[in-house]
């Protein structure tokens, strides 16, 4: 049962100013939108959503934010790192055609996501938006892949100014969608809801996250108590429109609410 | 059919005699929601202490083959907001909620105490015995049947909700402590608390594996120490135990019922089996009970006392 595993970092890619994607050489067997937790046994155990992953590799990207992520940005190629998991549900893979809308660093998991949906025959739009173009990441990575790609930037730097909903919504009324997913900020998913009343969708989310096997209960979500580490990070249209907590507040490491 | 699991526990109706230990799921009102309507029949809340408390960094939990090492360190929100998560979630239910505190005196227990007269709670329970905070607190209060009577004895004399003291299994004499409880006016004793604590070390980093470098054991390897302690202590005392430590299936909450406890925790198993565990083990009662000719839980024999 014990799925912890202690491996090299096998490759290091600054991705813009504060964000590295970390690269590993092992068979974790994840899905897209999944987790991991991992940890250099200093203090401090953080999830991060899988960025990409295959039979022998798989990846996570990671912005620097305090203590823990400060000192992952000091790690080195060869470096070992402790990592438990895949955790937690996975986007539904659909057929069809597909949106794709990524905030800031939430967006990675979508590059992940994006490779199975164009495996499983999917034609996929992937709108990318992020405050400037030092948050933007991936842009050459979903270009290679050959998906409908835009992005833009809150404060202009590459033309437009806007966010990923004001691409979303503009690629809404062009194109018949059968499926949209989302990553990123909280207040990034809560201003696409509205709009995307007449299409299925799937968010991923994020929340504290302590144990990520469903047993401490910092991150279940008012007023299901579903986990965000078990019956998440991932939910449906469904679920999402029952979350009373849903773009109002969130629960800090001593279980209190926090407001957005 | 839920009919047949129906028992009382200080005098209170439960539904099932399965219950949400401290420390699992607790968190907020919808945690313990989520696990009422999955089969628990009276949840707890997370351990409160008079200010909010993070808890250890992580790592925090460690798995090994029997079972879960954990220190999550009390984190908790705090007496004031957990019990606006308790009363919140009274307003949408009737399932009994137990009040689990935690401090270090008793001057604290009692603040608590009268902090929790005020809610819609149904019990109280002393948590005397978190084997992870050893570096902050020094050993549990439960090790000691002089402290274990005090603070019982102070929280008795004002607490509005009937007192359940949780003691630790990593004492030497538990019968003396639970005496000393019982002695002191507890209403009802539970137990066993995680075992050891014990560790893990990776053994490519050579470093412990839990931040916190112990934790406390709970899951399937824990339920032969605590069917012995709630054997031993059931034989000692008259009032009721809430028992718990390793229970994952209908077999073992049954075992549990024949080594004394009334009502029956279940904590790891939802991470073994999922948070549908508690109706699981429900229906596995039932099955035990129709296989063996009970017609009700209240039915299940105990093990004859005996001076052990």
Known sequence: ?260 | MHNRLKTKFLGVEVKSPLVLPAGVMGMSFSGMHISKINGAGIVTSKSLTLQPRKGHKGPVVAEFEGGILNCMGLCNPGISDGLVEVDQFKERSRTPVIVSVFATNTADFLKLTTEVNKSKGDFLELNLSCPNVFDEFGIPLAASKEEVFKIVKAVKDISKLPVIAKLSPNVYNIVEIALAAQKAGADALCLINTVGPGMAIDAKIVKPVLFNKFGGLSGPCIKPIALKLIYQTYSAVEIPILGMGGVTCGIDAVEMLMAGATIIGVGTAVYYRGIEVFDKINHEIIQFMDENGYESIDNIPRLEKSDV
Do not use: W
């Open chain 1, 1 to 260: 049962m014990n799925k912890r595993a202690t491996i090299k970092i096998s490759n290091i890619i600054k991705e813009a100013k504060d964000i590295k994607t970390f690269v590993f050489k092992h068979n974790l067997g994840a899905k897209p939108g999944q987790f991991i937790m991992l940890t250099d046994f200093e203090g401090g155990e953080k999830p991060f959503s899988l960025a990409d992953c295959d039979t022998n590799t798989f990846t996570v990207t990671v912005k620097r934010i305090g203590e823990f992520t400060s000192r992952l940005f000091q790690k080195e190629i060869g470096d070992f790192l402790s990592v438990r998991g895949p955790f937690g549900s996975s986007f539904f893979i659909s057929k069809g055609s597909v949106l794709l809308v990524g905030g800031g660093y939430g967006t990675p998991p979508l590059y992940f996501l994006a490779k199975e949906l164009l495996k499983n025959g999917a034609s996929v739009t992937v709108v990318n938006g992020a405050k400037s173009k030092d948050d933007l990441v991936f842009c050459d990575r979903f270009r290679e892949l050959g998906v409908h790609y835009s992005n833009i930037t809150q404060l202009g730097c590459l033309g437009r100014e806007g966010t990923s909903v004001d691409l979303a919504q503009s690629a809404l009324a062009k194109t018949k969608f059968d499926y949209v997913y989302a990553a990123g900020p909280e207040m990034m998913l809560k201003a696409l809801q509205p709009i995307l009343k007449e299409h299925e969708y799937e968010f991923l989310f994020e929340r504290y996250m302590k144990c990520a096997i469903g047993i401490c209960g910092n991150c279940t979500i008012d007023p299901l108590g579903i986990r965000l580490c078990v019956e998440g990070p991932v939910l449906p249209k469904k679920l999402v429109e029952q979350l009373t907590e849903f773009g109002k507040y969130h629960r800090d490491a001593t279980g209190k609410r926090i407001e957005y």
